[in-house]
């Protein structure tokens, strides 16, 4: 899929206060700092798009991009964030959990985990609550520009091996890189074939 153009629309504290409409939108979602903002950009080809920082806690707000004039990226702020107040924190695990329990337009929610990380608990507690309410999710490695090739490949799989412990099956697994595009051509065909069933 091409990707003739990417505008953001609007930010929001709370889902319902999201763009009206039926258009098919595409949320990204994992720890702070994690790669989200960049992995948008990345996928868009717009380098300023989503906001990026070097230090955790930049997203703080429900962010919608308009692609290609008919559906939406959507950049959530990340979760786990230490160093955040716990009010704070909680606060925005309600905004985080209220938009994917509620949207209704969302279609799949792209887990990120860093690829250099051993499975944390945090994401495994996250996915797992995932299933227990039927989100349809993927997981997307990042950062693999960090690792060699044949690291990366047994990062991937050990961590697949971990979740296979608990899941009968696994969800759709993307190994991306916004430094290098890796990943990316991946990840636009499955949304090109989500919206084309939408
Ligand atoms: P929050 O909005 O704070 O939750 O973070 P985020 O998940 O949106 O992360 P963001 O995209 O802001 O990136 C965090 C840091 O990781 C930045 O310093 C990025 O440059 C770096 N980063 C993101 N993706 C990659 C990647 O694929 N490779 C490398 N090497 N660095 C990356
Ligand atoms: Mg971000």
């Keep these: 899929m091409k990707i003739t153009s990417a505008t953001f629309e609007i930010s929001n504290s709370d889902w319902s206060r999201c763009p009206q409409g039926n258009r098919a939108e595409y949320a990204f979602i994992g720890r702070s700092n994690v790669g989200k903002s960049s992995l948008i950009n990345m996928l868009t080809n717009h380098g300023g798009l989503a906001k990026t920082s070097a230090t ?18 959507v950049d959530l702020p990340g979760y786990g964030f230490a160093k955040r107040g716990k009010e704070e924190r909680e606060r925005l695990q309600r905004m985080i959990r209220g938009y994917i ?4 337009q969302m279609v799949n929610l792209f887990v990120l985990v860093d690829s250099r990380l051993e499975p944390q608990k945090i994401d ?4 797992r609550w995932l299933g227990e309410n ?10 693999l520009d960090k690792l060699g090739r044949v690291a990366g490949v047994e990062a991937v799989e050990r961590y697949k091996t971990q979740l296979l412990e608990e899941w009968e099956e696994l969800p759709p697994v993307f190994m991306t890189s916004s430094r290098d595009s890796r990943g990316r051509e991946e990840l636009l065909a499955y949304i090109d074939k989500l919206n084309s069933l939408a």
Excluded: D
Aim: hydrophobic share 45%.
């Design 101 to 104: 329990l509620h949207r209704e």
């Design 124 to 127: 495994l507690e996250f996915m």
């Design 134 to 143: 039927g989100v349809p999710f993927s997981i997307v490695f990042t950062k």
């Design 56 to 73: 955790p806690g930049k997203t703080l707000l429900i962010n919608h991009f308009l692609i290609n004039n008919s559906w939406y990226i």
